[in-house]
């Protein structure tokens, strides 16, 4: 998109409401008055990631409620934002954090990986209960603010995590998983990654979409109640889910192409069908997603991606999806997740974020999506529908069915 037309979009975003600017100290005092009023939802963290690969894996080794900056086990960490002191100075009210299996795990142990960092989530969840509330439900997320809680959610990221099973799938919603992402950075036998739409890549699609067992797998995370998360998923197979998905979907962590033309960015014609579908955009914060400078951003680069998508869907279809813990460049202001206010405070500036459409960015837009995505569940549960049976063919796996008996 040429400079003209972003300033023009950006403009006319800043008209929509009254043209006399918010003093800072307003704006801030709005800001917080929103925060302490309704749930700040984080649609992605990777926290547990750092768990593993800093601290072995073992709680012991660490104390989330001090502030890790100078912890030895931290110290010279790229990508280590969140602890408690941090998440409470930030306002968090709701986190989802990661649970996967890596690519190099498909086809292998990557069940078993996605295990393990769910079991940490749920296990630091319960060891620091007088913090976080573990919850599988949006109503978990009010109760758990009421209480003075973090709640505390899990993703997965990256299909590969259910080894191309629904039984598995069926699984990790029984432990509480609660959406998962089709995709990490690489194909599952049923779905692109995004990874493709970059030539520079070298990674060529596969299936320039979804396959039949991957709209198999969109329908049984409809009848579970799973949300279904299209970060990191090729533009086709976003077009694809965004066509047979019954429910509601989420970009648990992603940004506006035609502001960063990075293939992990949502285009265009997407966001209208993200607008169509009452679905949601959760913002991500890494620089080399904001403005496609992977070295840095300021805060109104993140403010300009989170009006651009209001220009095109309205204030109904924008969340904040960070990534903290996952990056290893970050926005000027928002260095780790106690900057959120910053950023509330600084879109409070402008009048046409009036408080309703600050609670609506902040997690009414989430909760609506969550809530419509346990109506279909209870809807299809009202028609009848029985967990879905079909299998991918092993020969859909190609070469990769070294681990596998052919026994399913």
Known sequence: MSLPKVLLVLALVALSGATVRRTPEEARRIANKVLDTVPLVDGHNDLVMNIKERAGGVLANIDLNQNLTNHPLWVGCEFC???????R?????????????????????????????????????????????????????????????????????????????????????KLGVRYMSLNHMCHTPWSDTSFSDNPESGLSP?????????????????????????AHVSKAAQEDVLAVSRAPIIYSHSNAYALCNHDRNVHDNVLQLVKNTNSIVMVNFYTGYVNCNITSATLQDVINQINYIVSLTGY?????GSDFDGINSEPEGLEDVSGFPNLFAKLAEDPAWTEENLR??????????????????????AEGITPFEGIIPLAELGNNTACYTGDW
Not at 81 to 87: M, Q, V, Y
Not at 316 to 320: A, E, P
Not at 367 to 377: K, L, S
């Open 206 to 230: 596969n299936l320039n979409g979804l396959s039949d067992f991957g709209r198999l797998v969109v329908r049984e995370m409809n009848r579970l109640g799973i949300m279904v998360d299209l």
């Open 81 to 87: 934002h969140t602890d408690i002191p941090r998440l």
């Open 316 to 320: 109904d279809n924008v969340g904040i």
């Open 360 to 381: 609506k960015l902040a997690s009414d837009n989430f909760i609506r999506v969550f809530r419509d995505v346990e109506r279909v569940r209870d809807e299809m549960a």
């Open 89 to 173: 100075a930030g306002k968090v009210g709701a986190q989802f954090f990661v649970a996967f299996g890596d690519c190099s795990a498909q086809y292998r142990d990557a069940t078993q990986k996605t295990l393990d960092t769910l079991d940490l989530i749920i296990r630091f969840s319960e060891q620091y209960s007088d913090t976080f509330k573990f919850v599988t439900t949006p109503q978990g997320i009010l109760d758990a603010f009421a209480e003075g809680k973090i709640a505390s959610l899990v993703g997965i990221e990256g299909g590969q995590s259910i080894d191309n099973r629904l039984s598995i799938l069926r699984q990790f919603y």
